[in-house]
């Protein structure tokens, strides 16, 4: 049974950091590219950054980079986004996805249409 369970979300004020963890059980991780997507009230969800298998590609959304960094863990089955300087518009449902089998993150792995698991998510609300 895949099991993919995201934690470390909750309130920070606006400068502060959160370092989002995300376990995955039930597919061999280390297959998939990974990824973080996050959707606020009210707003479409958008992609954050994804993660070759290897862990040695990644890419992170124009807006984001400098301040958010995913990386991940293979031996430990786990995916992080360490989240910088975050501003209250970061506020949002941080979500963890897994695509594969797959080497790399597809060029079009901002929509998110190619991921086969997905979490329930964990909230992050920043304060200003």
């Known amino acids: 049974q895949v099991q993919v369970v995201e934690s470390g979300g909750g309130l920070v004020q606006a400068g502060g950091s959160l370092r989002l963890s995300c376990t995955a059980t039930?597919?061999?991780?280390?297959?998939?590219?990974m990824a973080w997507f996050r959707q606020a009230p009210g707003k479409e969800r958008e992609g954050v950054s994804c993660?070759?298998?290897?862990?040695?590609?990644?890419s992170s959304v124009d807006s984001l980079k400098g301040r958010f960094t995913i990386s991940r863990d293979n031996a430990k089955n786990t995916l992080y986004l360490q989240m910088n300087s975050l501003k209250p518009e970061d506020t949002a449902m941080y979500y963890c996805?897994?695509?594969?089998?797959?080497?790399?993150?597809?060029?079009?792995?901002?929509?998110?249409?190619?991921?086969?698991?997905w979490g329930q998510g964990t909230q992050v609300t920043v304060s200003s």
């Open positions: 039930g597919f061999t991780f280390g297959d998939y590219a």
């Open positions: 996805a897994a695509d594969g089998p797959q080497f790399m993150c597809s060029a079009s792995w901002v929509r998110g249409t190619t991921f086969n698991y």
């Open positions: 993660i070759s298998r290897s862990g040695i590609y990644a």
